[in-house]
């Protein structure tokens, strides 16, 4: 049974409160943020309908795809607030957008070219520094895009807040230090909104984190300025600080990154904002175990090609294991996972199992091409398959004929029934790819392969894929996507075909990576340095017996971890397919204490809170 979500009931959040929801990420997609964002959509519509509006930067490569603009006479003719205050935002010679993002929910979306503002950098800056001491370099487009971005922001929500006629109220919610640098402005102008500041990941937390591998023993300690002004990001820390201070209600999302903005923020969240997904469930229950089925054919295509021109195996004993992620090889704990699978395969190599295992390591790293081998490899499949295909049609042709025409019911010699052509052609083709060297263990080739953690780990371990390694491996740099030559499909349609997902983070102030795999029905193991694997512990009994597993980092020391995350995988791999199928579906029936229905509560509490503190 799914458990239920440890939280009140919503409380009815005042039905005369409009919402701003602001983000960078609002038809741009670069990160998480973009996942919260655009999945918390429906429910949030359910709720607030008409009275919500996103408010986003406006790029217009990234909005071509995900916006549909309002025309000049929709923009006339709608009434409420929010289309009032783009009419008097253009009135005053802004360029501001209103219209639709074109995802689930159809939610209402402004956006504003940051450009536009670009001839008052100067004046922004100064304005910044005297009234927040906030530095902003010369020469940094970003921090540049951000302020302007800002200003553009504080003046639509000056304008809108104007247009709201009381009792009515304004909420806005900004995310992330990219849109909270308008919040001191706001303040400091006492324009009438109630604030809400979400912090994702600190970013000092995160800098840290990949540089000091004993960040949570020093976190206590961390002299925020210098260590700002030593990783040279002291302009974007002293705005998420300004943020944090200047907000009604500051929140973050996991109790982990709570420490981090006591620390390194200097104020006590008000509330933690768990992330969700938007759970679309099958009405029956075989169709996503049909769809792990159908996937996981596509992976053994690819599985075939890669590996099959130099060994074969059995790919019914086959299992598939993978991780994804920014590239940040300690923070994701990628260095954990392949410690663990070294491991594992020593073990599976002793035990006598007939497993084999298949890791993939999906992430982004810059690479001049595919590996060429490997595209032909993948070719000459292709090539074996319709060689194949054409024996087939021939046979299946001679062997109807020859069953009509006998006299006797024996089954003739079907190899005698294959022409000399489709014989050789066969041979040849094997012959051609068939080969002595062994399969790589990575994809493409790299910019930078000798430095590369991940390269470097499976060199000095030797688990290079040689026959008898029981734990096979493919590091893919690049995204899987539909364009990608060697997958063809979507990352969800990968996730769904694989077995299992390793996710032992050790920095992550969420982590939608194992929910997203959960959300698919399949087994995820996470940490509890991840504040995913944090609320997992805190609020989700017997989590183990829904596939989801939780390495505990938090008080245990590398080599411990290591040990244990094998452990987990020791046993994964003694499951039998019955069990796996069972697990899948208990996982699957999990997944709805994750959905945004449950979990948006946590929201309307922080703007509840805002309401009655602004
Ligand atoms: C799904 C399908 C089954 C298939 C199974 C394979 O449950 O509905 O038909 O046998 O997947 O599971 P496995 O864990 O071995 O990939
Ligand atoms: C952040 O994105 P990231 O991958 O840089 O925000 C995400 C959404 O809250 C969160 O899931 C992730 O852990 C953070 O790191």
């Not at 996942?35 to 959509?41: A, E, H, L, M």
């Not at 060429?372 to 398959?385: D, G, I, K, T, Y």
């Amino acid at each position: 049974m799914p458990h239920s979500v440890p939280a009140a009931p919503a409380p009815a959040v005042a039905p005369d409160a409009l919402l701003v929801e602001v983000a960078w990420e609002v038809c741009n997609q670069v990160g998480g943020i973009y996942t919260v964002i655009r999945s918390k959509v429906p429910a949030t519509m359910q709720d607030w309908g008409d009275r919500y509006c996103l408010l986003g930067p406006y790029f217009a490569q990234q909005a071509q795809s995900e916006f549909e603009p309002y025309t000049e006479e929709q923009l006339a003719e709608c009434t409420d607030p929010f289309a009032g205050a783009v009419r008097a935002m253009r009135a005053q010679g802004y360029e501001v957008q209103l219209g639709i993002w074109l995802i689930t929910g159809r939610p209402r979306v402004v956006l504003i070219d940051p450009f536009q503002l670009y001839p008052r950098l100067d004046e922004l800056k100064s304005n910044l520094w005297e009234h927040h001491h906030i530095p902003v370099p010369a020469a940094d487009d970003l921090l540049h895009q951000v302020v302007a971005f800002g200003e553009l922001t504080k003046t639509f929500l000056a304008i809108l807040a104007a247009e709201v006629v009381p009792p009515q109220r304004l909420v806005a919610h900004f995310h992330e230090w990219m849109t909270g640098v308008a919040i001191p402005a706001l303040r400091r102008e006492q324009v009438p909104a109630h604030l809400v500041f979400t912090t994702h990941a600190t970013l000092l937390g995160r800098y840290l984190a990949m540089n000091d591998p004993n960040f949570y023993d020093h976190l206590m300690q961390v002299e925020w300025q210098a260590e700002a002004r030593h990783f040279n990001i002291e302009p974007a820390v002293t705005m998420e600080r300004a943020a944090a201070h200047g907000a009604h209600v500051f929140t973050t999302v996991s109790e982990l990154t709570v420490r981090e903005c006591i620390y390194l923020l200097d104020r006590i969240p008000d509330a933690v904002l768990p992330n969700g997904l938007n759970i679309e469930r099958f009405v029956a229950l075989h169709e996503f175990q049909n769809l792990h089925q159908q996937y996981k054919t596509k992976i053994h295509e690819f599985v075939m090609a890669h590996f099959f021109q130099s060994y074969s195996f059995e790919l019914d004993k086959t299992l598939y294991l993978f991780t994804s992620g920014r590239y940040e090889y300690h923070n994701k704990g990628f260095d954990l996972t392949l410690e663990a699978l070294a491991r594992l395969n020593y073990r599976l190599q002793q035990s006598g199992l007939e497993i084999n295992v298949v890791m993939f390591f999906i992430t982004k790293r810059p690479f001049h091409s595919i590996n060429p081998q490997v595209l032909q490899s993948r070719a000459v499949l292709e090539e074996v398959r319709e060689t194949c295909e054409a024996i087939e049609r021939q046979v299946g042709e001679r062997l109807f004929y020859a069953a009509a025409a006998s006299d006797d019911n024996r089954l003739p010699d079907l190899s005698t029934m294959v022409d000399d052509y489709w014989r050789l052609r066969y041979r040849r083709t094997l012959q051609s790819w068939k080969t002595k060297a062994l399969p790589p263990v990575i994809t493409h080739n790299l910019i930078d392969d000798q430095d590369d953690d991940i390269l470097n780990f499976l060199r000095r371990s030797n688990l290079v894929n040689n026959q008898h390694d029981r734990v096979k491996i493919v590091y893919h740099p690049d995204f899987v996507s539909p364009a990608s030559p060697l997958f063809g499909m979507e990352y969800g349609q990968f996730v769904r075909g694989c077995h299992l997902g390793i996710f032992p983070s050790y920095y992550e102030p969420w982590g939608y990576t194992p929910l997203e795999c959960v959300a698919r029905g399949v087994p995820a193991i996470t940490s509890d340095l991840s504040g995913f694997g944090d609320y997992v512990m805190q609020h989700v009994p017997k989590h183990e017996d829904q596939g989801i597993f939780v390495v505990e980092r938090q008080e245990k020391s590398f080599e411990e971890a290591a040990e244990q995350l094998t452990d987990m995988l020791w046993e994964f791999v003694q499951l039998n397919r019955r069990e796996r199928i069972m697990q899948r579906n208990n996982v699957e029936s999990s997944a709805e204490m994750f959905d945004w229905k449950n979990l948006r509560v946590y929201y309307d509490h922080a703007y509840q809170l805002a309401l009655e503190r602004g």
